[in-house]
């Protein structure tokens, strides 16, 4: 398994990823995938086994809403793996490689929703221990997650802020 850095041709391949990875919510998956892709410029990886991608994940823009001043954070959202290679490690490895990335650019935090219980494998904890806020009721508190990075600072603590892609496709929590 190699892990690398999306290229224009793979998306197709991770488009037909998630949809095989999320079910029916893999449609909304890839409209928030295609709307970061237009605001920004996200780290994108993907694990691919030869020509096969079978896996992906995005960290895209946000912020913490500091009373000092607005610190620029990166989300985990969306990860994926094919169904015939979970539980293998390749989501994992992808987290690793992206967390490693942006630690040597300087980026103090990450934060995401998701299952504590997989995320806390993986250097995650309740952002409302760092005193962080969701940015939305929506999300349950304990599925609020966060890692710190080498740059994290305990000052940096206020609502965490996602990037308009997740609100214009209304990915932000449930909804009922």
Known sequence: MLIRHERPDDADAIADLHLAAFGEHGTVVNRIVERVRELEEPLSLVAADGDRVI???MFSTGWIDADRELVAVKVL???GVLPDRQREGVGAALIEEGV???TEQGIPLVALEGDPRYYR???FRAASELF???PSKRIPEQAFQVRE???YRTWMTGRVVYS???WETDSVG???
């Open 149 to 151: 990075l080498a740059e």
């Open 100 to 102: 490693k990335e942006l």
């Open 77 to 79: 959202s969306p990860i």
């Open 121 to 123: 494998l993986r250097g």
């Open 164 to 166: 308009q892609a997740f």
């Open 55 to 57: 896996g992906h994940v």
């Open 174 to 176: 449930f909804r009922d």
């Open 132 to 134: 962080l806020k969701r």
